[in-house]
């Protein structure tokens, strides 16, 4: 298994960003996906799910309505667009695989990308 | 929402000792929970599910109990490669959350 992210950088607060995550190693379109954030020095926060068909996702609350998961199943990639960022936001974000039936935890992990929200 | 408190946040310790580290949940999670270790600018790397289940290639010294609201996790004789963070991580229900970790240290 291997989940390769990119995208993240530094901008200001009120852009938009997109994070990519390219997955390999398994059956893509069968598995729920998630993205996972670290703030520095700080602990793990769970962001987001989306389930194989790309038609079921879940948010954490702080996050809903700014940012939006979704995938490609034919390019085994899946993608946090967010909007209205804040320095809140600051973060490692890490792309993460969870199961067929649902994504509570994670055996996976990408390497993460850090996205830095500042002026 | 289900919160989790980990005790202690940070744990001094010598190679060989006997580390137990507690997660408490807000509400009965039955056995939903799993356990993480992480280093410094690193991934998490998954240890355990549903409590007590150990992930394959996880070394023996580590293990998992508990059930309701109250979890510990143990390793048993701490090697150098044990430094780290573990959190916990209850996931019965949405939102998913995190305990705020605890961090072994070297004594």
């Known amino acids: 298994v291997q989940l390769v992210e990119s995208g993240g950088g530094l901008v200001q607060p009120g852009a938009s960003l997109r994070l990519s995550c390219v997955a390999s190693?398994?059956?893509?379109?069968?598995?729920?996906m998630s993205w996972v954030r670290q703030a520095p020095g700080r602990g793990l926060e769970w962001v987001a799910n989306?389930?194989?068909?790309?038609?079921?996702?879940y948010y954490v609350d702080s996050v809903r309505g700014r940012f939006t998961l979704s995938r490609d199943n034919a390019k085994n990639s899946v993608y946090l667009q967010m909007n209205s960022l804040r320095a809140e936001d600051t973060a490692v974000y890490y792309c993460?695989?969870?199961?067929?039936?649902?994504?509570?935890?994670?055996?996976?992990w990408g390497q993460g990308t850090l996205v830095t929200v500042s002026s | 929402d289900i919160q989790v408190t980990q005790s202690p946040s940070t744990l001094s310790a010598s190679v060989g000792d006997r580390v137990t580290i507690t997660c408490r949940a807000s509400?009965?999670?039955?056995?939903?929970l799993a356990w993480y270790q992480q280093k410094p600018g690193k991934a998490p790397k998954f240890l355990i599910y549903?409590?007590?289940i150990l992930e394959g290639g996880v070394p023996s010294r580590f293990s998992g109990s508990g059930s309701g609201t109250e979890f510990t996790l143990t390793i048993s004789s701490l090697q150098p490669d044990d430094f780290a963070t573990y959190y916990c991580?209850?996931?019965?229900?949405?939102?998913?959350?995190f305990g705020g970790g605890t961090k072994v240290e070297i004594k």
């Open positions: 993460t695989k969870g199961g067929d039936v649902s994504s509570w935890y994670w055996r996976d």
């Open positions: 190693g398994f059956t893509f379109n069968g598995i729920w």
């Open positions: 989306i389930n194989p068909d790309g038609s079921q996702t």
């Open positions: 509400q009965s999670i039955s056995s939903w």
């Open positions: 549903e409590a007590s």
């Open positions: 991580q209850p996931y019965n229900s949405y939102p998913l959350t």
